[in-house]
């Protein structure tokens, strides 16, 4: 048995291993751990499994301290960033060395976090629509083209998102299409798939009448990785961002709230680099077993 903690940064929920214990498959430990009827059970509630498992290791010899994060998703693979997940790490790493400022690094690059009480901001990088770096098979980038009856824009926040802006984010059976957009034949490493929509009946930033800016959006996100819908998607986020940004339609100054169904994060976007925000969560701690080495497959 190995001893984890449990986080979740707006209802995107991991498990935390300190990567100095040693787990020899991690490919494992993670289908295992994450499965939502049989894995690991948080002790307050009926809920089982997870988004997925964090991998961390500490460096804190550097100042700030610095996380090197490995997310290893439900079925088994890696994904090279994780917004929620890169928030969760740097939550993890100030509870250890107590530090407010913290360097996460990631497949997609490093990222510099912050923390101020229960939020956590993450700037996220560059955002871009190139077609090898989504990467998408084909030259030119795919911008509100039809894909499997969705309309979406391909762009890569860290990971791939194919996002579509529909008029209600509940009225599109994700389910069903999700897994249709994520496997689509053009997006060579699979893909995310973001639905936003307009948020009008919140009382935010007063826009300009004239403008057809919005400053909160829905969301709702099928993860490649999970299989299945999950309750917030940082990277997600910010894809939603780039894209209304794109299409001309975010306020010139501030912040946009994206609301998810886990909870509101909020997204800044400066010359194509984008900075993400919310709470972080620990829920608890507990002991998973790990597999015994001679096993691995
Ligand atoms: N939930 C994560 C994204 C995980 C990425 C993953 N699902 C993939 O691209 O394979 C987030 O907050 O950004």
Excluded at 40 to 47: A, F, K, L, R
Excluded at 126 to 133: Q, S
Aim: proline share 6%.
């Amino acid at each position: 048995m190995i001893s984890v903690s449990k986080y979740h940064g707006t209802g995107n929920d991991f498990i935390v291993v300190d990567a100095a214990i040693p787990v020899p498959d991690r490919r494992a430990f993670a289908i295992e751990h994450c499965d939502r009827e049989t894995g690991i059970n948080h002790p307050d509630t009926e809920s089982n499994g997870a988004d997925g498992v964090l991998f961390l290791a500490l460096e804190d010899q550097y100042s700030p301290p610095r996380v090197v994060m490995t997310l290893v998703q439900p079925d088994g693979s890696v994904a090279e960033m994780c917004g929620n997940g890169a928030r969760c790490a740097a939550a993890w790493a100030a509870r250890k060395t107590d530090a407010d400022e913290l360097m996460v690094d990631t497949q997609a690059g490093t990222r510099r976090a912050i923390i101020e009480d229960e939020t956590v901001r993450v700037e996220m990088g560059h955002t871009t629509f190139l077609p090898d770096k989504v990467p998408l098979a084909r030259e030119s980038p795919l911008v509100e083209e039809d894909v499997e009856g969705l309309t979406v824009t391909a762009v890569n926040t860290g990971v791939p998102h194919a996002v579509a802006f529909v008029d209600d984010v509940n009225s599109v059976d994700l389910e069903r299409v999700g897994p249709l957009v994520r496997n689509a034949s053009v997006f060579p490493s699979g893909a995310n798939v973001t639905l936003a929509s307009a948020r009008s009946d919140r009382d935010t930033t007063p826009l300009d009448s004239d403008s057809d800016a919005v400053a909160v959006f829905d969301q709702r996100t099928f993860e490649r990785g999970v299989e299945g819908e999950t309750d917030s998607c940082g990277t997600g986020a910010v894809a939603i961002a780039a894209v209304a940004d794109r299409q001309g339609f975010l306020p010139d100054e501030g912040p946009i709230t994206v609301c998810p169904p886990g909870g509101d994060l909020e997204v800044s976007l400066s010359a194509g680099v984008a900075t993400l925000s919310g709470p972080v969560v620990r829920e608890c701690s507990t002991d998973l077993s790990v597999a015994d080495p001679r096993r691995i497959s």
